[in-house]
């Protein structure tokens, strides 16, 4: 599917990209805008895996092969299926949602219910994870935004909105199961 025997082709040089089906764009369009992001919250979540105990990186690892394919599936704005296409846009699945809601429940029933309002922080995996969160946030506002004017895979939107609460939750396990969360003081510095 992928062969990359060069890295630089100077095709972008103009300032704008391909889609995966081939059609070229700004490189500041909303949908490579919104694939982007996506691109930037696998880096980042590759930053948090460095934090990861075996458990939860074989869980970090499955979500990145899942933003690749939210990747592939932003990439492809035709969202029509060629049964004879050499390679039919990959799409991302309900399954796929609902297995982070699966270990969202998993990891959530370990965890006291919230009295305040949780500060990013505590342990280094769980700074990380928080970051995670807010870029999947970003992804996911650039998403539906971009859903607003083109076609979007609303799956793609599903997973980016329980992803965010994934890596919240994830926080929070990093965190001595919630023990050692940083919790939110209103008005502690007046």
């Not at 300032?15 to 930037?40: F, I, M, P, Q």
């Not at 895996?49 to 899942?66: C, F, K, M, V, W």
């Not at 928080?130 to 992804?139: E, I």
């Not at 996911?140 to 329980?162: F, G, H, I, M, S």
């Amino acid at each position: 599917m992928v062969v990359l025997s060069k890295i630089y082709t100077r095709t972008g040089d103009a300032g704008d990209t391909a889609l995966g089906n081939g059609e070229r764009v700004a490189k500041h369009s909303a949908r490579v805008t919104a694939y982007g992001t996506v691109d930037e919250l696998n880096a980042t979540l590759g930053m948090a895996r460095l934090y990861a105990p075996e458990d939860t990186d074989g869980q970090l690892s499955r979500i990145q092969n899942d933003l690749f394919d939210l990747g592939a599936d932003l990439c492809r704005p035709d969202m029509e299926m060629d049964a004879d296409a050499e390679y039919p846009p990959l799409r991302v699945t309900e399954a796929q949602v609902t297995r982070l809601e699966t270990e969202i429940d998993a990891m959530n029933a370990r965890l006291e219910p919230l009295r305040s309002f949780v500060l990013p922080g505590g342990t280094a995996l769980s700074a990380h994870l928080h970051l995670c969160r807010t870029v999947a946030r970003r992804a996911e506002r650039l998403t539906v935004d971009l859903a607003t004017d083109e076609q979007v895979n609303p799956a793609a939107v599903k997973y980016l909105n329980r992803l965010s609460d994934w890596f919240f939750v994830a926080a929070r396990i990093a965190n001595d199961d919630g023990r050692a969360d940083v919790l939110w003081k209103p008005g502690a510095n007046r």
